[in-house]
């Protein structure tokens, strides 16, 4: 035991210096990224767009999209990790892990032909007109009195009934405990084996 736990301690310290050549310091990494990718927007908006300064905007976002995705892989990687230790007791760390996420998810700055806006009420004035004019209806209705006649009618009544009404508590348990507790984890990070035994 003495001789595993010392090549551990051997390994861990090469590991270390590994981690560091590799990947650096990840949040570092991404914030420099960011920094970069900023500093070459604002050379765009002041000297206009070329051919040179495109090609550089175009590597440096690819550059912070490898930094961020490394980043979400050590958070993922962290909360495993932590979850395993400590299971459902890291509530705190799981919103902490959310929060990082959703301030991530923002959008900071937009361009608009010429102009990049900051004002995040500009954005979202721009982002509603720009979908409600997309999506926004032009001309006016004509009646749909006659739309029941065009198209029939497939599903009859009982079989809307059965096919709108709550599913029983038992369904959804034999749904779950029909699943493998080893499947790949869900949209929520967690496995099958989370829900059927907590």
Known sequence: MYILNKKLQLLKGK???????HFENVHHNVCSKHDFLKNIQDKIQLEGLNEILSFQEN??????K?????EEIFWHEKFILAWNLHEDKNTCYYHFLVKIKSARNIISH???EDTVIYDQIDIFNHVT????NLFGVVGTCTSFSNMENI????VTEQMNLMLTASPYVEEIINAVFNLSADNSLGPDRFRCYFFQHY
Request: charged residues 20%; hydrophobic residues 55%.
């Open 151 to 154: 198209i029939p009618n497939l």
């Open 129 to 132: 007109s720009y979908f409600a």
């Open 110 to 112: 937009l361009v608009i």
């Open 59 to 64: 590597q440096a976002q690819a550059d912070l």
């Open 66 to 70: 490898k930094a961020l995705d490394v």
């Open 15 to 21: 590991l270390r210096i590994w981690n560091k050549e």
